[in-house]
């Protein structure tokens, strides 16, 4: 299936799109020095929600989608230069607004879980 929406994200620090079909993406995010806040080699959350966010977003995978809110969980810390898969699937859809399920793991192990109330708009948000 062809990926329709955020065609721009740097793929660096949103994460690869390694399957995208009708209402479920998988999506892996190979973390790095450059995200960690510590010396331990911390990653910042912001980059666990940037893959969590990507992931639902082409789990919904409509040009003119945008999110209005979330409500996550960070479970397990993760460490820089660990290779993180968030796994998205839509639980819901009324009208315009899609509930998308996400969750990510290490291995086996997870690290993050979320909902997000994403909207498909009938235009551009920005148009």
Same mark, same amino acid.
């Given at each position: 299936?062809?990926?329709?929406?955020?065609?721009?994200? #740097?793929?660096?620090?949103?994460?690869?799109? /390694?399957?995208?079909?009708?209402?479920? !993406?998988?999506?892996?995010?190979?973390?790095? #020095?450059?995200?960690?806040?510590?010396?331990?080699?911390?990653?910042?959350?912001?980059?666990?929600?940037?893959?969590?966010?990507?992931?639902?977003?082409?789990?919904?995978?409509?040009?003119?989608?945008? /999110?209005? !809110?979330?409500?996550?969980?960070?479970?397990?810390?993760?460490?820089?230069?660990? !290779?993180?898969?968030?796994?998205?699937?839509?639980?819901?859809?009324?009208?315009?607004?899609?509930?998308?399920?996400?969750?990510?793991?290490?291995?086996?192990?997870?690290?993050?879980?979320?909902?997000?109330?994403?909207?498909?708009?009938?235009?551009?948000? /920005?148009?």
């Amino acid at each position: 299936m062809q990926i329709l929406t955020h065609n721009h994200i #740097d793929i660096k620090l949103c994460g690869q799109p /390694l399957s995208v079909e009708d209402g479920t !993406s998988r999506v892996e995010l190979q973390t790095n #020095d450059f995200m960690a806040v510590d010396a331990h080699g911390l990653v910042h959350g912001g980059f666990i929600f940037g893959l969590a966010d990507h992931a639902a977003m082409i789990a919904v995978n409509d040009p003119n989608v945008v /999110l209005g !809110s979330a409500q996550v969980k960070f479970i397990r810390p993760v460490r820089a230069g660990q !290779s993180v898969v968030a796994e998205a699937a839509t639980l819901n859809v009324e009208g315009k607004k899609h509930s998308v399920s996400v969750i990510a793991f290490i291995g086996d192990t997870k690290v993050f879980e979320g909902e997000f109330k994403c909207f498909v708009l009938e235009k551009h948000v /920005l148009a």
